[in-house]
C-alpha cells in the first residue's frame, strides 16, 4: 500500500479526530523514523513522549517477544510474576508506593481521583487543579484539565472541581477548606507549555494538603519514568505526593499506565471500588520491567541530564539569532522554546526537513527527545530548526 492508499483507508473508516501529518510511519529505531515513502525522519518528539528511550529499543522488543511467548495476558483474578516485578521496581524508585496498573495516563489519573474521594470521604469531595494543566481526555481527567478549549461543546463538566493558576500560592490558599479530597498538578506542565512548578509553590500545597487532610496528587504521565533526568519530576523538588501517576514514557513504547499511592492510602482502594480489564498485563508489564532496566543499564537518567543541558544551550544560542524566540525553558529532556508568534508552521517546514517536533499552545515548541539521543542527533535538529526559522522571518 503506499501513502495515498493508505491516508485513503483513514479517510474513509477513521474518525478524524486528530489532526494528522501527511506520512505514513513504517518502521521507527532510536531516534528515527521512515515513512512508507523512504524518508528518514529524526524524530525529537517520540510518540507525543512515549518512545522516551527511543523507538524499538532492542531489549523492549526482546521483552515483549520473549513474554509473548509465554503468556499474553492473564486477568486479575490471577497473579503473574511480570506485574509483580514492575510494581516493586516503580515502588523502590519513587517514595515505596504501592501500584495499580491501567492502560493510559487519563486512566491512571481517574484511577487517582477515585482513590482521593474513597480515602478521605466524611465530606471532602472537592478536587483543585491548576490553569493550563493536563490531565487526559475521560470525563473526569477532561473535568481536571483547567483549560477551557478542552471543555468546548462537553458541558455540564463534573461537579467538584476548582481550578486556581499555576505557580500562585495565594490563590490555592484563598480556595482551600476541609471540603478539599485533594489537589492534583504536574510538577512541570507538558501541554499547557512546559511551565515549571516553583519548589516553593509545591511545598506550600503539600503543606496545605497536610494541615486540612488532603491529598496531594502529582500527575507525573509526561514527567514520569526519567523524561527530566529523575526518575520522577518531583524528586527535583523537596515535595513527595500522596499518589503519583504515570503512563508514557512507562512501557517503553507500550499502552501502560500506572497510579502509585502510599500504602496507607492505598489501603483505601478495596476489590470492587475500581478495576480495569487490561491493568498489568503480563505483556506490557514486561516491556515496562526491560524499560526500567535499559534506563539504569545504560545511563540514560545521566544522559537525559547533560544532553537536556546542551540542548538548551544550543537553543538559547539560537535565539540570538532569531528574534522570533523568546525564551528557552525546560528540565532534563522535557524543552520548550517560547515564540512570540505563531509555531504550527514551523513544526511542518521542520517536517519537511526531515526533523520531527511539536508545537503547543500555538507558541511553545516542544523538544522532548529520547533519553538516548546523541549530542550530533541534537545539531542536527538545532541546525534543521535554525534553516526554518531563517526561511520564516
Ligand atoms: C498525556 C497526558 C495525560 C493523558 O494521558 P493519555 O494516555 O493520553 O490518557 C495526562 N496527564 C498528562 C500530564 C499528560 O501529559
Known amino acids: 500500500m503506499n501513502t495515498q492508499e493508505t491516508i485513503g483507508l483513514f479517510d474513509k473508516y477513521v474518525i478524524a479526530n486528530y489532526g494528522r501529518l501527511a506520512r505514513v510511519i513504517v518502521r521507527g529505531e532510536g531516534c528515527y523514523l521512515y515513512d512508507a515513502d523512504g524518508n528518514k525522519i529524526l524524530d525529537m518528539f517520540p510518540g507525543w513522549a512515549v518512545s522516551a528511550i ?9 521483552a515483549l517477544r520473549k513474554q509473548a511467548g509465554e503468556l499474553l495476558h492473564i486477568d486479575n483474578t490471577f497473579y503473574s510474576e511480570p506485574q509483580g516485578e514492575l510494581a516493586k521496581l516503580l515502588s523502590e524508585r519513587a517514595f515505596g508506593g504501592k501500584c495499580f496498573f491501567c492502560n493510559s495516563g487519563a486512566e491512571a489519573n481517574e484511577a487517582a481521583l477515585k482513590l482521593a474521594r474513597l480515602h478521605t470521604r466524611e465530606g ?24 477551557p478549549k478542552h471543555h468546548e461543546g462537553l458541558l455540564p463538566l463534573l461537579p467538584g472541581f476548582v481550578y486556581v493558576p499555576f505557580n500562585d500560592v495565594e490563590a490555592m490558599k484563598k480556595v482551600f477548606s476541609d471540603e478539599v479530597a485533594a489537589v492534583m498538578v504536574e ?26 487532610g488532603a491529598l496531594l ?59 480495569t480489564t487490561f491493568g ?5 508489564c514486561a516491556a515496562a520491567v526491560a524499560t526500567i532496566k535499559a534506563i539504569e543499564e545504560e545511563g540514560m537518567l545521566e544522559n537525559a541530564v547533560r544532553l537536556g543541558q546542551y540542548t538548551m ?28 508568534s505563531s509555531g504550527s508552521g514551523i513544526v511542518d517546514r521542520c517536517l519537511e526537513n526531515g526533523l520531527r517536533i511539536n508545537c503547543t499552545q500555538g507558541t511553545v515548541l516542544r523538544f522532548m527527545p529520547a533519553m538516548i539521543a546523541t549530542e550530533s542527533q541534537i545539531d542536527q535538529a538545532v541546525e534543521i530548526l535554525d534553516s526554518v526559522l531563517s526561511e520564516s522571518e
Open 54 to 62: 527511543g523507538h524499538c529499543h532492542p531489549k523492549v522488543v526482546e
Open 124 to 147: 471532602k469531595y472537592k478536587f483543585i487543579t491548576a490553569e493550563g494543566s493536563f490531565h487526559g481526555r475521560t470525563f473526569a481527567a477532561m473535568t481536571a484539565t483547567a483549560q
Open 187 to 212: 510538577p512541570i506542565q507538558g501541554e499547557g507549555g512546559i511551565n515549571l512548578g516553583d519548589a516553593e509553590y509545591l511545598r506550600a500545597i503539600r503543606r496545605l494538603c497536610d494541615e486540612s
Open 217 to 275: 496528587i502529582f500527575d507525573e504521565v509526561t514527567t514520569g519514568v526519567g523524561r527530566t533526568g529523575k526518575w520522577f519530576a518531583y524528586q527535583h523538588y523537596d515535595v513527595e505526593p500522596d499518589i503519583l501517576t504515570m503512563a508514557k514514557a512507562l512501557g517503553g513504547g507500550t499502552a501502560i499506565g500506572a497510579m502509585m499511592a502510599t500504602e496507607e492510602v492505598a489501603a483505601s482502594l478495596v476489590p470492587g471500588k475500581h478495576a
Open 280 to 284: 498489568g498485563n503480563a505483556l506490557l
Open 313 to 340: 544551550d544550543k537553543l538559547r544560542q539560537l535565539k540570538q539569532k532569531h528574534s522570533m524566540i523568546d525564551s528557552v525553558r525546560g528540565v532534563g529532556l522535557m524543552i520548550g522554546v517560547q515564540l512570540n
